[in-house]
Structure formats: structure tokens, C-alpha cells
């Protein structure tokens, strides 16, 4: 918004109405006095409806309020103003239940990698401050699609989230003709699940194969006239055909993640073509870095070797090109698209980025001009939110890493890939239980001192321990099996193995009553229970009418005579974090 538009004779520079209010360390919009004023921090914070809640504590469901369809694409209304203080809440909308976290040679070098949600919350972090009127001018910019139950029903900021990030190979936007495959409905050429922790100590971007071999689930979606249609799935098909292929939406694309991982997915974030030309353009360049000279005929790109800045159609073709890096597979160049990314990231988060009011506003509407994204965070307001909340985490514990795969079996001219199944469950399980592929310090020292204290005190002898063993998400036996361990190991001979628990747990806990603290001590002292572990609460009568304390084994069980304390070595998988420089070969 400038001066010529709001009927003043002379040219004002944008990037000289922000000013930086050393109380709030925001940048705020400042007219000239005959203009109207920009609205408080109060206004500010109006834009984007925030999300309320995620469904019961614990992660375990997401409840039943997402609705039905997906796919009728619109584009955002100016987000609503917030709750005045002092007005009652309205209760969280639920989420979906039931779904349980777990566990090529392309023709022609003509994909690209289009987006990240870590590029996406570093522009929107020093966006977000700008100040409501420009938010409302940003709103208009954003494409949203309607998933339906695929996705969350909103952005909770105090619990984990997934986002898928998907570039398709559509030649959508000006310029781009030349690029992707001529009538591709769009597939899903690249895509990234960035999962963050809960307690914001860690993310994970895990990118996903476009050539890898997976099952596609039936998926409702919404068409053009308003009417839902169920899009039959298909087994052991490419995962790019998730999207595009038969009318499947973003939506669908999230289910097969989910169908196929056990990690659910939250929300999503889709561009175009223009997304690297356009924001990397508006960071004055990236930093690259190659150990060979490049000079690829079909890309384009030429480089010497050593470090280099690309911006524009240049980065464009240094995150296509395939034939300068490894055995010019799709694999080798999902590790270069990995490298650039993390190059991406430090340039956003970077101090001369952040603090500089004109890179911030061509960041804003590159960033918002470029996205498609779910409803739940169609708002700038809520977009800000998913930034902030991904700018808490370090960038040394951001992990790029691919789902582990092998070649497929099935082929004499290996094309496709499948997944690598002494890898790739328990990298999975990870990103669903929130452990980090670097060593973080999770625990704040109350914390810390809290489980301390429970582990503290008597401990009764394993023959007088009482309980009662149920599988809450452990692998099927698993009770069972920690039966007999605890009977003929330990000498816990007063156990007993009732089946499975209500519900499914991520964690493995062990409840007791207010007199069984001793006998809860020995069983975690056994088992190598953490603190946290512990739940104080009552008893329950085992089938000797006795009473007894309860052992839910959660999906982190690992095995019956295994520490659950032991520490968590990540599989042997290739990663690299946001931090770290480093040169494609």
C-alpha cells in the first residue's frame, strides 16, 4: 500500500512506512499524518483464525470435526477479527480419530523442487509483524483447498504438527511452459513431510520418493460443482500418482502419506513453478556450493566449482538438474534439493533478511502468490502461527533425511524403488513419537527433577509386585511376551496379561494407587521406565480380586527385557541438518 494509492502526489517507497518498534521488536506500518493510521498490535494479531486444540492430551486421536470432500480450490477472505477480551471461547473444533502413527529413473530431467515449509515460515515469521493492512492485502493472495477430513480442522500451537509440502510437475505460471511434462495433470514430482516436535526441540523434513512404490486409498473429493466424488485407490502404483491423476487432491495425496507411513499429516502447502524463482530472487540470491564444475545441457546450469550465489531461473535449474550429481537418479537429486534447502533457510533466518523491511515485503508476496494450502491455515494470521512456531526450532536439530528405500525387486530395469523394511518403520515411528535425529535436550530441569522424584523412595521386591499388562500400541504379543519376560526373568510373578487397553497410547505408562508407589518403583526400576512413566492414580482388582497397578505398553515399547530408558540410536540413514553447509557431489 503506498502513497500514489491512497491519492498523494509524490512516491513513497514502501519499505520506508515500516518502522521498528523497539517495544514490541515488530515492524509497524507508519503513515504520513493526513493518512489513516495503522491499526495497534491488537488489530495485528486479529488477522488468521487461530487453531484451539488438537483433540485428548496424549496425541492419540484427532477427534470427529473435519468435515467431508476436499479439492474445490478458492481464494482467502480477509481474516476475521479475534474473541474481544473478556468474551467467552468457543469450543475447539475435534479431529479425526482412528488413524494410529506408526510405524527411478524418470525420462528427462524436467521436475523441480517448488517449496518447503521451512522457506514458508521463515518469510512469514518477519512478515507477520507488518501490520493488519498489509495481512488483509496478503490474505488475497493465498489459494486454499479444501481437504476435508485428510487434514486437521485447525492449527494447534501447543502440540506436534506434520506438513506436507508438495511440487507438482503442472506448468502452471507465467514463464513455465518450457518446464514439467506437457498435460501433466499435475503429479506429485517432489514432496516433504516436515513434522516438528511438540515441544518445538526438533523438526524433521522427510522427503518422499516420487518413484516409490506404494498403495493409493480410496479419497473423497471435492469437484468443481460443489459435488463429492470417492477417487478409487490403487495398489503398488508410483507415489506421484497420489496427486493429480484421476482428479486426487492435495487430500488425497495426505492420505496415502498417512496409509503408507502411519505419520499423520496435518496440513499442506503447494506452488508452482515461480516459488524458487521468485523468493530466492527476493533474498538477493542463495548460496550453493558443488565440488565438480557444472555445465548440464538440459537444465541449464552452469557452475564453477566450489561456492557459487543463484538466484532466479538459475536456482530453478540448480534444484532440477540431475545428470551433474551422483548417478543422476531421482534420489541423488532429492540430497542436492535437500542441501539447497537448508542453504534457503539460513538465507531467511539470516539477520540482514529479517530486520530489512523491503526483503521482508517481496518475501511476503512471492511467499503468498505461490501457495495453495489447506483451509485450517488458508489465513496470513495462521500462517504466521505455523512460522513462529517452526522459528523455535534450532536450526541444528532441523534433519533432512529420505524415506529409506531399496530398488524394487520386481523389475529387471530397475525404475521404482520400495521401502527399505529394516529402515524405514522405525525412522517412521521416530518422526510419529517426536525423537529427534539429533541429540536435543528435551527436558527442562523441573521436569527433570519431577520424574526424578517419582523414582525416588522404597522399592518393593519383585515377588510382591502386582500387575496388570495391557498392550495400549505396542507391537501385537507384545503383552504377552512382557508377561513371561517379567514371571521367568524378573521373578514378578504376581502379573497378569488382560488384553489390550482402551486406547492406544504413544508412550508407555505404568498407574498406580496412592499405597503402590514402592511396588510401581520396582517395576520401572525393572523395566527402565523414565519418571514420566508414572501415573499416579488407583488402583485396579486383578482376577485374584487383589489390588493391582496397571502397564500399558505405548508404541515407544521396544521389546520385553529392553530398557525403555536406553537412549534412541536413529537407523543408519544418510541426513543432514539446516545448519551445516555443504557441497553436492
Same mark, same amino acid.
Request: net charge neutral; with cysteine.
Given at each position: 500500500m503506498d502513497a500514489q494509492r491512497r491519492g498523494r502526489g509524490e512516491p513513497i517507497d514502501p519499505a520506508d512506512q515500516w518502522v521498528l518498534n523497539p517495544n514490541t521488536g515488530e515492524y509497524e506500518l507508519r503513515l504520513a499524518p493526513s493518512a489513516a493510521q495503522s491499526p495497534g498490535p491488537g488489530a495485528r494479531e486479529a488477522a488468521g483464525a487461530r487453531g484451539t486444540g488438537r483433540g485428548t492430551a496424549g496425541g492419540t486421536g484427532r477427534g470427529s470435526g473435519r468435515g467431508t470432500g476436499g479439492g474445490t480450490t478458492t481464494r482467502t477472505e480477509v481474516p476475521p477479527q479475534r474473541r474481544r477480551r473478556?468474551?467467552?471461547?468457543?469450543?475447539?473444533?475435534?479431529?479425526?480419530?482412528?488413524?494410529?502413527?506408526?510405524?527411478?529413473?524418470?525420462?528427462?530431467?524436467?521436475?523441480? !523442487?517448488?517449496?518447503?515449509?521451512?522457506?514458508?515460515?521463515? +518469510?512469514?515469521?518477519?512478515?507477520?509483524?507488518?501490520?493488519?493492512?498489509?495481512?488483509?492485502?496478503?490474505?488475497?493472495?493465498?489459494?486454499?483447498?479444501?481437504? =476435508?477430513?485428510a487434514g486437521a480442522s485447525n492449527f494447534s500451537k501447543d502440540e506436534a504438527f506434520s506438513v506436507l509440502i508438495i511440487g507438482t510437475d503442472k506448468r502452471t505460471g507465467e514463464g513455465n511452459e518450457g518446464y514439467g511434462d506437457k498435460g501433466s495433470s499435475g503429479h506429485?514430482?517432489?514432496?516433504?513431510?516436515?513434522?516438528? %516436535?511438540?515441544?518445538?526441540?526438533?523438526?524433521?523434513? !522427510?522427503?518422499?520418493?516420487?518413484?516409490?512404490?506404494?498403495?493409493?486409498?480410496?479419497?473423497?473429493?471435492?469437484? *468443481?460443482?460443489?459435488?463429492?466424488?470417492?477417487?478409487?485407490?490403487?495398489?503398488?502404483?508410483?507415489?506421484?500418482?497420489?496427486? =493429480?491423476?484421476?482428479?486426487?487432491?492435495?487430500? $488425497?495425496?495426505?492420505?496415502?502419506?498417512?496409509?503408507?507411513?502411519?505419520?499423520?499429516?496435518?496440513?499442506?502447502?503447494?506452488?508452482?513453478?515461480?516459488?524458487?524463482?521468485?523468493?530466492?530472487?527476493?533474498?538477493?540470491?542463495?548460496?550453493? $556450493?558443488? /565440488?565438480?564444475?557444472?555445465?548440464?545441457?538440459?537444465?541449464?546450469?552452469?557452475?564453477?566449482?566450489?561456492?557459487?550465489?543463484? /538466484? =532466479?531461473?538459475?536456482?530453478?535449474?540448480?534444484?532440477?538438474?540431475?545428470?551433474?550429481?551422483?548417478?543422476?537418479?531421482? &534420489?541423488?537429486?532429492?540430497?542436492?534439493?535437500?542441501?539447497?534447502?537448508?542453504?534457503?533457510?539460513?538465507?531467511?533466518?539470516?539477520?540482514?533478511?529479517?530486520?530489512?523491511?523491503?526483503?521482508?515485503?517481496?518475501?511476503?508476496?512471492?511467499?503468498?502468490?505461490? &501457495?495453495?494450502?489447506?483451509?485450517?491455515?488458508?489465513?496470513?494470521?495462521?500462517?504466521?502461527?505455523?512460522?513462529?512456531? &517452526?522459528? @523455535?526450532?534450532?536450526?541444528?536439530?532441523?534433519?533432512?533425511?529420505?524415506?529409506?528405500?531399496?530398488?524394487?525387486?520386481?523389475?529387471?530395469?530397475?525404475?521404482?524403488?520400495?521401502?527399505?523394511?529394516?529402515?524405514?518403520?522405525?525412522?517412521?515411528?521416530?518422526?510419529?513419537?517426536?525423537?529427534?535425529?539429533?541429540? +536435543? @535436550?528435551?527436558?527442562?530441569?523441573? *521436569?527433570?527433577? %519431577? /520424574?526424578?522424584?517419582?523414582?525416588?523412595?522404597? @522399592?518393593?521386591? %519383585?515377588?510382591?509386585?502386582r500387575v496388570r499388562i495391557q498392550n495400549g500400541g505396542a507391537v501385537a504379543g507384545s503383552a504377552q511376551k512382557t508377561l513371561q519376560y517379567l514371571q521367568v526373568e524378573e521373578g514378578v510373578t504376581k502379573s497378569e496379561n488382560v488384553g489390550n487397553a482402551p486406547a492406544a497410547l504413544a508412550k508407555t505408562t505404568l498407574e498406580y494407587g496412592p499405597d503402590q508407589a514402592d511396588q510401581a518403583r520396582r517395576l520401572a526400576d525393572i523395566m527402565g521406565l523414565p519418571g514420566s512413566a508414572l501415573k499416579p492414580g488407583e488402583s485396579v482388582t486383578n482376577s485374584q480380586g487383589l489390588p493391582s497397578i496397571t502397564l500399558t505398553l505405548g508404541k515407544d515399547f521396544k521389546g520385553a527385557g529392553v530398557k525403555l530408558d536406553a537412549p534412541v540410536e536413529a537407523p543408519d540413514v544418510e541426513k543432514s541438518t539446516a545448519d551445516k553447509v555443504k557441497c553436492a557431489s
Open positions: 473478556g468474551a467467552p471461547e468457543e469450543p475447539p473444533p475435534g479431529r479425526r480419530g482412528g488413524r494410529k502413527p506408526a510405524q527411478r529413473k524418470p525420462k528427462k530431467a524436467k521436475k523441480v !523442487l517448488l517449496w518447503t515449509g521451512g522457506t514458508m515460515a521463515f +518469510v512469514l515469521v518477519g512478515v507477520g509483524a507488518a501490520g493488519y493492512l498489509y495481512l488483509q492485502h496478503l490474505a488475497g493472495n493465498v489459494t486454499t483447498t479444501d481437504v =476435508g477430513s506429485a514430482d517432489t514432496t516433504i513431510l516436515l513434522h516438528v %516436535a511438540e515441544d518445538r526441540s526438533n523438526a524433521t523434513a !522427510l522427503s518422499i520418493p516420487r518413484d516409490l512404490i506404494v498403495d493409493i486409498p480410496d479419497c473423497p473429493t471435492k469437484q *468443481e460443482d460443489g459435488s463429492e466424488r470417492i477417487v478409487a485407490g490403487q495398489r503398488a502404483v508410483r507415489f506421484n500418482r497420489s496427486l =493429480g491423476e484421476n482428479g486426487r487432491d492435495p487430500g $488425497c495425496t495426505m492420505l496415502t502419506v498417512e496409509e503408507n507411513t502411519g505419520i499423520e499429516v496435518d496440513h499442506f502447502m503447494m506452488a508452482d513453478f515461480n516459488a524458487v524463482k521468485t523468493l530466492t530472487s527476493a533474498v538477493d540470491g542463495v548460496d550453493v $556450493c558443488v /565440488e565438480k564444475a557444472v555445465n548440464d545441457k538440459d537444465s541449464k546450469l552452469v557452475l564453477p566449482a566450489g561456492e557459487s550465489k543463484v /538466484e =532466479g531461473e538459475q536456482a530453478l535449474a540448480f534444484v532440477r538438474t540431475r545428470k551433474s550429481f551422483g548417478n543422476s537418479g531421482d &534420489l541423488d537429486r532429492i540430497k542436492v534439493q535437500q542441501q539447497f534447502l537448508g542453504s534457503l533457510m539460513r538465507k531467511m533466518s539470516s539477520g540482514d533478511t529479517l530486520t530489512s523491511p523491503s526483503k521482508l515485503l517481496k518475501l511476503a508476496e512471492a511467499a503468498t502468490e505461490a &501457495l495453495t494450502v489447506d483451509k485450517a491455515i488458508g489465513s496470513v494470521g495462521t500462517l504466521k502461527d505455523v512460522a513462529l512456531e &517452526l522459528k @523455535k526450532v534450532p536450526t541444528k536439530n532441523i534433519t533432512f533425511t529420505t524415506v529409506p528405500v531399496k530398488d524394487n525387486p520386481a523389475e529387471t530395469v530397475k525404475a521404482t524403488v520400495v521401502f527399505d523394511e529394516t529402515k524405514a518403520p522405525q525412522v517412521f515411528d521416530m518422526i510419529a513419537n517426536d525423537v529427534s535425529f539429533t541429540e +536435543v @535436550k528435551r527436558q527442562k530441569k523441573k *521436569e527433570k527433577d %519431577a /520424574e526424578a522424584a517419582r523414582l525416588k523412595g522404597t @522399592k518393593a521386591p %519383585a515377588s510382591e509386585v
